[in-house]
């Protein structure tokens, strides 16, 4: 069993940057795409950013292209979001999701793994 777990989820302002990340526990994490997605109140799951094995390939919601950057260190086996010029409707759960192959995709059915969520939430 494949655990992912993710951090740097905060309160923080307009504007403003954070950084997530997610560990996966599994040796053999450079061989998967990974992404993050979130989830609003009352909305469903959108994938924001997602990234192929060595990082061939990404992918990034059009929301969020231009201000969130996502990254993977194979060899300390995690995967980031980095987050800036943050805006209220980024507040959302998001959640890291590791896939069952290497090609990048945005489908959460592509994805068997999933963190259990680390909150974002952007004050006006």
């Known amino acids: 069993q494949v655990q992912l777990v993710e951090s740097g989820g905060r309160l923080v302002q307009a504007g403003g940057s954070l950084r997530l990340s997610c560990v996966a526990s599994?040796?053999?994490?450079?061989?998967?795409?990974m992404a993050w997605f979130r989830q609003a109140p009352g909305k469903g799951r959108e994938c924001v950013a997602a990234i192929s094995s060595r990082s061939g390939s990404i992918k990034s919601a059009d929301s969020v292209k231009g201000r969130f950057t996502i990254s993977r260190d194979d060899s300390k086996n995690t995967v980031y979001l980095q987050m800036n010029a943050l805006k209220p409707e980024d507040t959302a759960v998001y959640y890291c999701?590791?896939?069952?192959?290497?090609?990048?995709?945005?489908?959460?059915?592509?994805?068997?793994?999933w963190g259990q969520g680390t909150q974002v939430t952007v004050s006006s």
């Open positions: 999701a590791r896939a069952g192959w290497r090609a990048v995709s945005v489908r959460p059915p592509a994805y068997f793994y």
């Open positions: 599994e040796r053999t994490f450079g061989i998967y795409s």
